[in-house]
């Protein structure tokens, strides 16, 4: 089964501010490698993320630069922008 990159690109888009959109994009058993210590497993760490991240950036946009795909596994490129205006983990405000 290929991978059709226009179908990626619209999901990757899609699913930014939209908690519903993003959740059935992840399995039940979905693993966060890099969720910060206390998170809630599965599709829960990945929702508390988003959400954390457009309250920090309401304005947040994503756009999709380049994707990769070859047999079952793809790559995405993207560039957030947004304005800063609330508190986000990484740093201060």
Request: hydrophobic share 40%; with cysteine; aromatic share 6%.
């Amino acid at each position: 089964m290929g991978i059709n990159p226009p179908a990626v690109q619209s999901r990757v888009s899609h699913v930014h501010g939209h908690a519903e959109a993003l959740k059935r994009q992840l399995a039940p058993d979905f693993v966060d490698h890099r969720a910060p210590a206390g998170m809630p497993p599965g599709p829960e760490a990945v929702l508390r993320s988003f959400e954390a991240v457009h309250q920090a950036f309401p304005d947040l946009r994503v756009k999709v630069e380049d994707i990769v795909a070859e047999g079952d596994r793809v790559a995405v490129s993207a560039s957030w922008t947004g304005t800063h205006r609330g508190t986000f983990a990484p740093c201060c405000r």
